[in-house]
């Protein structure tokens, strides 16, 4: 079993990558948070950045890119491979609103935009780039409803894409609920492209359960149980579990990454409050800390409240 990094937009850019790549080795990739090229066919500084392969040295990244038009995943594929990636993937996943009034994420899922599906997926394929480039699908099983997932297989096993990876809710469900594993298992039994599942694996259990109701798929995308825990894959696959001084190590790392991207504190300390929301329920107690730490408007008082976060607080012994 193969275990992958998902993206989340804003929090997990190349200082997270690069800090727990160091510290909890065994991730065989992590996705980068999508990229939507302008007009004008260029990245966005921050995008650059983010995947600048500087930034990036040693670290098993993926890049994804999110487009409805052929000719704009084909030049992203081709300003990707010029940076030297060699494999990308393509989000038909993300339900956000905006996004799918353009016609991208999760919009291509919809039965009324097959055609516009298969003409993406088509042109990029007979591409130069196509024909040379991996490509991987990270989606939805629909948009209003999970009936057309058998469908989605059909399409995608006409293109030789090399995985799909599937959220199992729908565009409609955003991030409520609890994943279908019906439509996972529909998709399972359809699909001639390899599967990789995704969607709350939070501990080793869930992780099991799945590996046990999907035998033959290829692997497991973790996204905020990678947050909550860092040490969450290395737990799977039976290693020992987070201690607080590594969760202590972790978040120094952590900080010292962001520093190197974010050198003002006050606006660095936004990015390290949003981990501190997903951190902290590994641990019971420590609550009046865990305020102060939301709460810190300097460098002084947060790091007066992490120490004292670090003294109140238990490491769970079981996972929430």
């Known amino acids: 079993m193969q275990y992958y990094f998902a993206p989340m937009e804003g929090v997990t850019g190349y200082p997270f990558r690069n800090a727990h790549h160091a510290l909890f080795p065994g ?27 500087e930034n990036n040295a040693g670290v098993p990244v993926i890049p994804q890119v999110m487009t409805s038009q052929a000719g704009e995943l084909i030049r992203a594929c081709e300003m990707l491979e010029q940076e030297g990636y060699r494999e990308v993937n393509l989000n038909l996943g993300c339900p956000s609103g905006t996004v799918v009034k353009k016609h991208r994420g999760a919009a291509l899922l919809a039965e009324s935009e097959r055609e516009r599906l298969k003409a993406l997926l088509g042109g990029f394929f007979d591409s130069a780039v196509g024909a040379r480039m991996p490509l991987s699908v990270k989606s939805r099983t629909g948009m209003d409803d999970s009936a057309g997932v058998t469908e989605l297989a059909r399409i995608f096993g006409q293109f030789p894409i090399s995985l799909w990876i599937l959220h199992p809710r729908t565009q409609k469900d955003q991030y409520r609920g609890t994943p279908n594993l019906f439509a996972f298992r529909d998709a399972v039994e359809h699909s001639m492209v390899p599967m990789v599942y995704n969607g709350d694996v939070r501990t080793p259990a869930d992780a099991a359960r799945i590996g046990a109701a999907f035998p033959g798929i290829r692997g497991i995308m973790i996204g905020r149980g990678l947050l909550r825990n860092p040490a969450l894959v290395r737990e799977i696959q039976g290693g020992p579990p987070l201690s607080a001084a590594e969760a202590r190590t972790w ?39 865990l305020r102060r730490i939301r709460q810190a408007s300097s460098r002084e008082e947060y790091l007066a409240a992490v120490n004292e976060f670090f003294r109140e607080a238990q490491i769970r012994e079981t996972p929430v």
Not at 38 to 50: C, I, V
């Open 27 to 53: 991730m065989d990739a992590y996705y980068a948070p999508f990229i939507e090229l302008n007009p004008a066919m260029r990245l966005k500084k921050r995008e650059r950045r983010d995947l600048l392969p």
């Open 251 to 289: 978040m120094e790392t952590y900080t010292a990454r962001q520093l190197e991207e974010i050198p003002a504190f006050g606006s660095c300390m936004e990015k390290l409050k949003q981990e501190w929301g997903y951190l902290a329920e590994s641990f019971t107690g420590g609550e009046r800390a």
